[in-house]
Nanobody, 123 residues
Framework: VQLQAFGGGLVQAGDSLRLSCAASGRTFSNYDMGWFRQAAGKEREFVAGISRRGATKNYADSVKGRFTISRDNAKGTVDLQMNSLKYEDTAIYYC?????????????????WGQGTLVTVSS
């Protein structure tokens, strides 16, 4: 499956931004999906994950209550709604796909990755 993330940009602290990831090539509903991010000089970290049908959602503690992951299997998209953005949310955001996930937070479990979209939050 091919993934393309978009929607990043420059926003101010407290603003909202919605990222989207479009999948193509294979049946989207067969994949669990995740969002990860990587800030400059830091390792890639888990942000949010969602199961194939959307019944299960997981979030990193740092984004709980502020970010919401959702998916539309008919459109082949997974979105990340980011509210109350903070300076420390600045990073390149990646969407990823996997099958049969038990641990959404482990990046090595994901076989397919998008190219990333940059989110910059000014303080």
């Amino acid at each position: 499956v091919q993934l393309q993330a978009f929607g990043g940009g420059l926003v101010q602290a407290g603003d909202s931004l919605r990222l989207s990831c479009a999948a193509s090539g294979r049946t989207f509903s067969n994949y669990d999906m995740g969002w990860f991010r990587q800030a400059a000089g830091k390792e890639r970290e888990f942000v949010a994950g969602i199961s194939r049908r959307g019944a299960t959602k997981n979030y990193a503690d740092s984004v709980k209550g502020r970010f919401t992951i959702s998916r539309d299997n008919a459109k082949g998209t997974v979105d990340l709604q980011m509210n109350s953005l903070k300076y420390e949310d600045t990073a390149i955001y990646y969407c990823a796909a996997a099958t049969g996930l038990s641990n959404y937070a482990r990046s090595a479990n994901y076989a397919y990755w998008g190219q990333g979209t940059l989110v910059t939050v000014s303080s």
